[in-house]
């Protein structure tokens, strides 16, 4: 009676089971899960990068200003920073961080080099010793004021900034 039973078990199950992968539904061959990093984990992302993979031993930062003090004070011969630059290349590539800087759309690097162009200028109007963007890096680098975040954020706004969004 009990091999009747198993008997019973392994040939229903065997119906229950397809051999084939007739009726099932692939989306595609290759699914590899996408791991989705926020930008404001940019720079520990970054940082962890720096460390586990290329040997350094860099603090968590608290934003990415934070880093980038940290970071500039890594280096203290051209030869240490040329390492560093490709190393901190090599993981902005590898995690596909800050990517939208790297579009290769003419027509957005265009409007984002005038608006940060009239950006300046504005700031400037206002006080703050800031230079012009340039082709190459058209976002204003504003983490080398003397001014703090307090300070500059009211000038932002009257420039036309609102909670680092342009209002145009």
């Known amino acids: 009676m009990k091999k009747i039973n198993i008997l019973i078990f392994i040939t229903f199950l065997g119906f229950c089971s397809s051999p084939s992968e007739e009726g099932i539904v692939s989306i595609s061959d290759n699914t590899t899960p996408t791991l989705t ?5 940019y720079p520990k ?3 962890d990068c720096l460390n586990n993979e290329k040997g350094y031993n860099i603090i968590t930062p608290f934003d990415i ?4 003090t940290t970071i500039s004070q890594l280096s203290k011969s051209k030869e240490e920073q040329l390492r560093l630059d490709e190393d901190i290349d090599y993981c902005i590539t ?3 961080l800050w990517v ?3 579009s290769e759309n003419p027509e957005e690097l265009a409007k984002i080099f005038d608006e940060n162009l009239e950006l300046a200028k ?5 006080g703050l010793k800031i230079s012009d963007p340039t082709q190459d890096t058209p976002k204003l ?3 080398g004021l003397a001014e703090s975040k307090e300070e500059i954020e009211p000038l932002l706004e009257e420039c036309g900034i609102y909670n680092g969004k342009s209002e145009k």
């Open 37 to 41: 990093i926020t930008e404001e984990d």
């Open 45 to 47: 992302v970054l940082t």
């Open 65 to 68: 200003n934070d880093l980038k």
């Open 94 to 96: 590898k995690y596909n």
């Open 100 to 102: 939208e800087l790297d």
């Open 122 to 126: 504005c700031l400037r109007e206002k």
């Open 141 to 143: 680098d504003l983490s």
